[in-house]
């Protein structure tokens, strides 16, 4: 039954191709038979049917699908989401730290992986020292030899570490750890007070070692420098 069905099917879709419209059944160069004819038509008629139900149809089909999962996300939902920090820092949020508090935070939650002073470990890479290294044939890149800013540092902080627990630091405890980070590089004193307003103001030892990238394939924005 099915067989025969399909093939039926078949049948009318080569009708549609070969002999639409019913017009072209009538005046069939040499007609074999009555039959053959009347058949041709039959298949026309079928496959009119067939393509004003799909047009019938289409208006259904334009509108945009609905499988009847996810959901719009909430505005607050967006919000803990949206946690980028660019590097001027206007997006920093409230709070603040010192490197005292950093180093009790540090040592509880990064020193396992980079080291009790940040030297580096077996898990993770050196956070302190490199200075000077960047040019040589073996450059040690750390927050103090290679960051160009503290704000995108304070983002990497809260975005991405402990790498075990990604997310899981109060911002005071990220204020507190940049502090500490800063302060094991020289860069800061050791009791000043980050937060919203001076972390921006930190000037990084590498902030002018970026340059912009001449290959037309990644593109930039301030070629003029280069020539
Ligand atoms: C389980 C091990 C582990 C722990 C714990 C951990 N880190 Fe990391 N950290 C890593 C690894 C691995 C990377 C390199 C990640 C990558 O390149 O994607 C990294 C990268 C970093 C970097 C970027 C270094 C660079 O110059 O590219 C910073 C900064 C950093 N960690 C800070 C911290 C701080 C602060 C803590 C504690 C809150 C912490 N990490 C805890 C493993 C760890």
Redesign the pocket.
Known sequence: MTTFRSVGLLNVLQGVRLRWPPVACLVMAAPSSLRDKNLCILRAILAGWMLAAIVAASPLMGQSPNYGVGRSPTPEEIKSWDISIGPDGKELPPGEGRAIEGKE??TR??A???GSKGQGGA???A?VGGEGTLDSTQPV???GS??PYATT?WD??NR??????PGS?THK?VYA?VAY?LYLNGIIEEEEVLNAQTLPQVRMPNREGFVPDPRPDVGTKDQSQMH
């Open positions: 935070v540090y939650r990064c396992d992986c980079h898990q993770g890479e956070l890149k750390t927050v290679y960051w540092l990497y902080i991405a570490m402990p790498f075990d627990s630091l405890q750890l980070l």
